[in-house]
């Protein structure tokens, strides 16, 4: 694929994330009674009005990226009916409401993968490489194979596989293989002192892949964008820990999401992962990603973001002790401007240290 198409793809991607971000937005501030003056797709200047539909006009912008909504009165309280003059409880649905909306296309992209791919069956351990000149490879062990037993003792899932192995060096062992529906045995002897790198056998083990039902595929969709969260929420501590490299965790901007989109695109066309359906697996998992990525960045309590903006109705909230208007426009205007800055220097970073998908 070309850079140019692959470009606009990313573009497009973006921007499709982002307009359902802003419909999240949009969506809720009509639900609790906000007008919304402004549905804009991409950013400011205004290419063109396309029209209008229940007050709101719908645009078409020059800078291509996203969208973006414009509610009644966002930044002035004075104005009856508007954001800034509604109760906080109001204001705190409509910034939920974006993230949230990310959310659940991240958990709508994996369930579509996780129905279409399977789930890892944790209680089968399958060959997933083997080593030239192995033990493995000399009595005919595939790719593909799934281990029953060894020594007709079940196996139950890899590390028991891998611990029975390494307690059987030197001596011959019998495998009990599934392949292609079919049962067969193979006889060999684990290495001692096997190559550095190697197992004893000379092969990798994965999980094999099950078929998923919708609602099974539904909860492991949950966990995975839960656990995502979690890993994104402890990588501060990691790495002050040390346990994370800084190199690797570092944040990406559009550059370095191009970079990752890219690598993702090749590995599908390289990749022979088995679907139900023709997916492009790798792709539609870096999507799903990046649009749990905007949620959680989103609800960070900085300035500008509708997590600075959840910061701003707490205390109304809690203590019934509502911020100045004045005060939240003027943080939230020096922290959008250091946001551009932030934009800018990860941007460099991106060029200077190119992201690659580990």
Not at 108 to 121: E, R
Not at 170 to 195: C, H, M, N, S, W
Not at 252 to 262: E, F, L, T, W
């Amino acid at each position: 694929m070309s850079i140019f198409l692959l470009i606009l793809q990313v573009v497009f991607v973006i921007g499709l994330l982002i307009f359902f971000h802003e419909l999240g937005h949009f969506l809720s501030a009509r639900a609790v009674g906000v007008p919304i003056e402004e549905f804009g797709f991409g950013y400011p200047p205004r290419l063109v009005k396309i029209g209008e539909w229940k007050g709101t006009e719908i645009t078409l912008n020059w800078i291509p990226f996203g969208g973006f909504v414009r509610p009644k009165g966002e930044a002035d309280e004075t104005v009856e009916g508007g954001m800034a003059a509604a109760p906080a409880w109001k204001r705190l649905v409509i910034a939920l409401s974006g993230p949230v909306m990310n959310f659940v296309i991240g958990i709508i992209l994996l369930v579509v993968i996780y129905s279409a791919v399977g789930i890892p069956a944790s209680e089968q351990a399958m060959i997933s490489q083997v080593t030239d000149g192995s033990p493995a490879q000399a009595v005919g062990l595939t790719v593909g194979d799934i281990v029953l037993y060894v020594d007709n003792q079940p196996i139950s899932d890899i590390d028991q596989l891998i611990e029975i192995v390494n307690a059987n060096v030197g001596r011959e062992i019998t495998l009990t293989v599934e392949r292609a529906g079919e049962v067969q045995t193979f006889t060999l002897t684990p290495r001692v002192d096997p190559p550095e790198g190697e197992g004893a056998m000379g092969v990798a083990l994965s999980n094999p892949l099950k078929p998923t039902p919708f609602f099974q595929s539904l909860g492991y969709s949950f966990e995975t964008t839960g656990y995502i969260i979690k890993e994104t929420l402890m990588l501060p501590v990691r790495l002050i820990r040390g346990t994370a490299d800084p190199a690797v965790a570092r944040p990406v901007g559009y550059k370095g999401i191009y970079d990752i989109y890219s690598q993702a695109v090749e590995m599908d066309q390289v990749s022979e992962v088995p679907t139900a359906e023709p997916l492009p697996v790798f792709t539609l998992s870096i999507i799903a990603n990046i649009s749990i990525a905007l949620g959680i960045t989103n609800l960070l309590p900085i300035p500008a973001l509708d997590g600075g903006r959840i910061l701003f109705t707490l205390p109304e909230l809690i203590f019934k002790k509502r911020i100045p208007q004045k005060w939240e426009n003027v943080v939230n205007t020096f922290g959008f401007m250091l946001l551009i800055l932030l934009m800018v220097v990860i941007t460099i970073m991106d060029f200077t240290n190119p992201v690659v998908i580990p």
